[in-house]
């Protein structure tokens, strides 16, 4: 069964420093997003992805964080100076369609953690 | 404001018991989508059963059923004949039809199944 991946599974970095976090989504999908779980926490979403192109951002997507689909198979999402607050499990998830009766299929996350 | 509202932090199961999870839910939308997702220690999120806001029936996946009350707004999830497997975080998300591509995520309820 197809599924989406996510590399890595685990991710330390220092404050301030850059990381690329990736995804590759289930190849006939269409549409792609970034959430982010806190640790005990609700999952939240960042943005979501369409047609090279982001369509909806949360307010938590600030002028830090872009995405990006470098090529036909993967979607990244860069955090570009990172805060402690960013510590969380950061979730790719695609789905064939936008309706609202489309599931989302979730990657298995990259916990991320700043020191 | 849209929200999803999951009010059992905790829930407690003997095996081979039922038990129905809680999700209540406030959208204006009349057209919408309501999901649950399992997640377990190891942190993925797994779908497990959507409900349409149009549906006339109760969606079912196996042990998983759906106990849709639009008037109530409420979408509760009913796991039939517990395993000890089925203990892990179990969310409730919304998803809009119009205008919007995210899923919105209630709080959890972390299930436990015990022998």
């Known amino acids: 069964e197809p599924e989406v991946t996510q590399t890595p599974s685990h991710q330390v970095t220092q404050m301030g420093q850059e990381v690329i976090l990736h995804c590759v989504p289930i190849?006939?999908?269409?549409?792609f997003y970034w959430y982010r779980q806190i640790l005990g926490q609700k999952v939240e979403f960042l943005v979501s992805f369409y047609n090279n192109e982001i369509s909806e951002k949360s307010e938590i997507f600030d002028d830090q964080f872009s995405v990006e689909r470098p090529d036909g198979s993967n979607f990244t999402l860069k955090i570009r100076s990172t805060k402690l607050e960013d510590s969380a499990m950061y979730f790719c998830?695609?789905?064939?369609?936008?309706?609202?009766?489309?599931?989302?299929?979730f990657g298995p996350g990259t916990r991320l953690t700043v020191l | 404001a849209q929200k999803i509202t999951q009010t059992q932090p905790g829930m407690f199961v003997q095996e081979k018991e039922a038990v129905t999870l809680d999700c209540t839910y406030d959208?204006?939308?009349?057209?919408?989508?309501l999901f649950w997702y399992k997640q377990p220690s190891s942190g993925e999120m797994i779908f497990l059963i959507y409900q349409g806001s149009y549906d006339q029936q109760n969606a079912t996946e196996g042990r998983y059923s759906l106990n849709f009350q639009k008037a109530r707004k409420s979408a509760n999830l009913v796991i039939s004949a517990s395993q000890l497997g089925d203990s892990a975080m179990y969310f409730c998300a919304m998803r809009l039809s119009y205008n919007t591509d995210k899923l919105i995520f209630g709080t959890g309820t972390r299930l436990q199944v015990f022998p």
């Open positions: 959208t204006s939308d009349p057209s919408y989508g």
């Open positions: 998830a695609s789905s064939e369609a936008g309706d609202s009766y489309n599931e989302q299929f």
């Open positions: 190849s006939n999908h269409l549409y």
